[in-house]
């Protein structure tokens, strides 16, 4: 199912504050998150034991699902974060965090820890 | 136990009404602050505070000494023909100007994190010019306030209460008297300060230019909307939103990551800046200004810092010594590979920036200056640790409507952990 | 005004307003009885809880309160007041949370029939945390 990503600072799910305070599992479960509308995560068939898995040109991430009803359907909101960075990307060297064409599929896959993510890149 | 009024820098909003309650030693009390400056002044005691200098030895960072790790940043640094350096939006004047001279000093290039931020607006200002605001002017004078493209409830929370539920000089009733319009397509936590005469409009994700262009056309004439609205927003919320901008005594559009943050950012900039100068030009009376809205403290203060030293607000390339064109930004340097080290100060880029880059940031040496653990920290080669600016040593930041603000000492620094301006001198004079 | 605000903690009964009880204002007295319910003369008293994981001390209850305007110089122009607390103070930030420092001045239960239904911080609060209640 295509959703248009946006990537947004949310008081509950701060980066900042995880960092500063937190550890790796509070980093994941508060910072590897999205946000859907209960009529989409219908569509969807997720249930609470099921991730999303949203990919796109720039890559793809598993998370967890929250919902809201305050979401405009067809529409996923991410807390700025690594794991959301993870399918941002750039166009014509500007760096894009907002209206992001993805495609998202319920799936079994488990969410990576930073550490995971990390682990890819360090030399 | 003593009370003291402080400067919070959690945000860009630099807050200068808080309340600390101290011992001398700690914070004990933080008294006006939201949830984010709070935040700020416990990161002096932060699980995740970094308090020794690291290296990094097979693959993991291992304590060291301040000597040892500038000694390891100097001989990457002296080893490196193409050096870059990132960040500055989280520390002092001060340090800023040192990075540049740094930048200098080794011939690199140096960017902030305003480049992908507030930085656009400042530039798409050099050809159509931008009506600035203040704070205060906004508090005592300002009767619409609309906020484009941001959850200000949740980014900055202390600017609704400022802004809009504050009794200025010009202003007495507050609220009653002020109008707010939100514009964003996701209905956020700002739309429950709505009352009967605010306006909100959701529109369509990335319709924000045609929004803008329909309001520019329709600026004379607000009974020629299309019946059907324009990016999702309806026709007679579109009629409201016109009458309040040609009619307002002082308005500000505070605008955030939905505009900056999207694609065709620097088009839909350049529009809105646009859209302001024809409504000013208009209007009798009235004037309409604009306020970026950033989260880092001092992400204005490296553009004016850059500009009043070398007279370009970002992407300084040095050579020889000099100021050289370029049209590169840390984006592309980053993109390119065309760099062979960097050094990152009070940033986590490997967070913020998307995964193609961090991925390429990291594949080079990397030295970080910062002051608690993040992505970055776990990726860079030099780890050197710095005070906490505002609490734990002072200097100048820049207020995001560009009102310097001076930053003072509250306690003391961890045992030896100095400031960022001292770490990047120590720097410099051991390159030169 | 003062009168619903009696209602709402028990002081009065629907049928000591004589108005009410006049034949043109029976639905309004019938859907005022099934509203009140069982509840109808049980003593209550005002609460206003701010839920604190949802709180997020942007101050806004602080500058928006009549009485600490009134009271607190700094919160017209949306800065903190003075500490310690002003005595009428009724909000205040602290640790990044908000907290009620007392009801005794709030403008619902002003004595001499001076009260109003006054919700300000309750309806402004972005966050929805602050809740008026009688319990």
């Known amino acids: ?123 | ?432 | 005004m003062a009168f619903a605000l009696d209602l709402l903690q028990g002081k009065v009964k629907i049928d000591d307003c004589t108005p009410l009880l006049e034949p043109k204002y029976k639905k309004n007295y019938d859907t005022l009885k099934e509203l009140i319910g069982s509840e109808e003369g049980k003593e209550k008293e005002l609460t206003i809880d701010v839920d604190e994981d949802l709180c997020d001390g942007c101050g806004i209850c602080v500058t928006i309160c009549p009485v600490n305007a009134r009271y607190c110089p700094p919160s017209l122009s949306g800065k903190a007041p003075d500490y310690p607390p002003e005595k009428h103070q009724l909000f205040q930030v602290k640790n990044g949370k908000c907290e009620l420092l007392n009801l005794k001045y709030c403008r619902r239960i002003e004595g001499e029939g001076q009260a109003r239904e006054c919700r300000v911080c309750e309806s402004y609060c972005p966050r929805e945390a602050v809740k008026i209640d009688y319990v």
């Open chain 1, 1 to 123: 199912m295509d959703l248009v990503l946006n990537t947004v600072r949310m008081v509950d799910y701060d980066q900042v504050k995880e960092y500063s305070c937190g550890d790796e599992n509070s980093l994941k479960e508060n910072l590897a998150i999205c946000i859907l509308n209960p009529e989409d995560i219908k569509k969807l068939n997720l249930t609470p034991s099921l991730n999303l898995k949203l990919a796109n040109q720039y890559g793809e991430v598993v998370v967890k699902v929250k919902e809201n009803k305050d979401i405009p359907s067809g529409t996923v909101l991410m807390p700025v974060s690594i794991w959301a960075n993870l399918i941002t990307g750039i166009d014509d060297e500007q760096l894009i965090f907002k209206n992001i064409k993805v495609s998202a599929e319920a799936t079994r896959d488990a969410i990576l820890t930073i550490k995971e993510l990390l682990n890819k890149i360090i030399p």
């Open chain 2, 1 to 432: 136990m003593v009370s003291k009024r402080v400067t919070c820098t959690g945000c860009s909003l630099l807050c200068d009404d808080i309340i600390i309650r101290t011992d001398g030693l700690y914070i004990d009390e933080v008294i006006g602050a939201c949830l984010k400056g709070k935040e700020k002044f416990d990161c002096t005691t932060g699980q995740n505070r970094i308090l020794s200098p690291m290296i990094r030895k097979n693959s993991e960072l291992e304590k060291t000494s301040l000597e040892n790790a500038i000694k390891k940043a100097i001989e990457i640094i002296a080893n490196s023909s193409k050096p870059i350096l990132y960040g500055f939006s989280t520390v002092n004047c001060q340090a800023q100007l040192m990075g540049i001279e740094l930048a200098k000093c080794v011939n690199g290039f140096i960017d902030s994190n305003s480049i992908i931020c507030h930085g656009k607006v400042m530039n798409a200002a050099k050809q159509t010019g931008m009506t600035l605001s203040t704070i205060s002017e906004v508090i005592n004078k300002t009767d619409l306030l609309i906020f484009w493209g941001a959850n200000v409830a949740e980014s900055i929370p202390r600017l609704l209460n400022k802004a809009l539920f504050s009794r200025g000089k010009f202003r007495m009733t507050g609220r009653e008297i002020k109008t707010i319009v939100i514009i964003d397509p996701a209905k956020t936590a700002s739309f429950n300060v709505m009352g009967v005469r605010d306006i909100a409009l959701q529109v369509e994700p990335g319709k924000d230019i045609e929004l803008i262009r329909a309001l520019k056309e329709e600026c004379c004439s607000p009974n020629s909307i299309p019946s059907n609205g324009v990016a999702g927003a309806d026709k007679e919320d579109l009629k409201r939103l016109l009458i309040q901008l040609t009619n307002v005594e002082n308005g500000v559009i505070f605008i955030g990551q939905g505009i900056v943050g999207s694609s065709r950012s620097s088009e839909v900039i350049k529009e809105l800046l646009e859209l302001i100068q024809m409504i000013n030009a208009q209007q009798q009376k009235g004037r309409m200004s604009l306020m970026m809205l950033g989260g880092h403290y001092n992400m204005v203060g490296f553009d004016h810092v850059a500009l009043s030293t070398y007279g370009k607000n970002h992407s300084l390339q040095f050579s020889d010594n000099e100021l050289v064109e370029t049209s590169d930004t840390i984006v592309s340097k980053i993109n390119n590979g065309d760099f062979d080290c960097s050094i990152i100060v009070g940033s986590d880029p490997v967070s913020h920036l998307p995964w193609t880059l961090s991925k390429k940031l990291v594949s080079k040496p990397l030295i970080l200056i910062d002051n608690k653990k993040s992505a970055t920290f776990n990726c860079a080669h030099v780890v050197i640790p710095s005070t906490i600016t505002g609490i734990e040593s002072g200097g100048l930041g820049y207020r995001l409507d560009h009102v310097p603000v001076e930053l003072y000492k509250i306690v003391n620094p961890p045992e030896h952990i100095i400031s960022d301006e001292e770490i990047l001198l120590k720097l410099i004079n051991g390159l030169k």
